[in-house]
């Protein structure tokens, strides 16, 4: 199994609907992160997470949400999902450091319709 | 953020020598990442530098300059599976934010 699991891996939804993407690591990490990745743009951080009390807006936050139901599960909602929302998402871990490298899930390819 | 710069595109042959360049902003430095990353799957980690000079590992070898805000990772002995794009990232001050730059896209060809 992956240590790092998003769901869904893909999603079609239409605008305006609410959608949550899921993250959830066995690597017992502290740090979680949501991205978002769009041709040419390369990755983009949506918020980050240091552990169940501390959550941080990243470069794009706006349009999104996210939830720290517990230190392995971080979770990012479009409340209202519109179309330039369409893009590869992907969560990553990270341990305590600023040297430590970074875990990837496999990504949520979301597209709204 | 990081104000992370890298080049959109690049083309090398297989078996020669490429050299991929990344500026970022210093102020706030605690390192510099490179991660891999083929078409359709997720960023794997191939380096970490925090301090001057070249750590190589096998074909890949990263460098960085602190007083430049530089690094470039080399790559060697190119192979058609090294066509992905490349992603130069930064922690940033209190090493917590993970911000990456737009990605060099490799094109090894025969």
């Known amino acids: 199994d992956a240590d790092v699991t998003q769901t869904p891996r893909n999603r079609i939804t239409k605008t305006g609907k609410r959608i949550m993407l899921e993250c959830s690591q066995t690597?017992?990490?502290?740090?979680m992160y949501w991205y978002r990745q769009d041709p040419g743009l390369g990755l983009r951080l949506i918020y980050y997470?240091?552990?169940?009390?501390?959550?941080n807006k990243g470069e794009i936050s706006d349009g999104y949400s996210v939830s720290r139901q517990a230190q392995a599960k971080f979770s990012l909602s479009l409340e209202s999902a519109i179309p330039n929302q369409t893009a590869l998402y992907f969560c990553?871990?990270?341990?305590?450091?600023?040297?430590?490298?970074?875990?990837f899930g496999q990504g949520t390819r979301l597209t709204v319709v | 953020g990081q104000n992370i710069d890298q080049p959109t595109e690049m083309t090398a042959t297989e078996g020669a020598i490429v050299q991929i360049n990344c500026t970022y902003q210093?102020?706030?430095?605690?390192?510099l990442f490179w991660y891999q990353q083929h078409a359709g799957e997720a960023p794997t980690f191939l380096s970490y530098?925090?301090?001057?000079g070249l750590e190589e590992k096998g074909r890949f070898s990263s460098f960085l300059s602190r007083s430049k805000g530089y690094s470039y990772l080399l790559l060697k002995e190119l192979q058609m599976k090294d066509s992905a794009s490349y992603l130069c990232?930064?922690?940033?001050?209190?090493?917590?934010?993970?911000?990456f730059g737009t990605g060099t896209q490799l094109k090894v060809e025969l």
């Open positions: 990232a930064s922690p940033g001050g209190g090493g917590n934010k993970l911000t």
């Open positions: 690597k017992g990490h502290d740090r």
């Open positions: 530098n925090v301090l001057d």
């Open positions: 990553a871990t990270r341990t305590g450091g600023s040297n430590t490298e970074a875990f």
């Open positions: 997470s240091f552990d169940v009390k501390d959550i």
């Open positions: 210093t102020s706030g430095f605690n390192g």
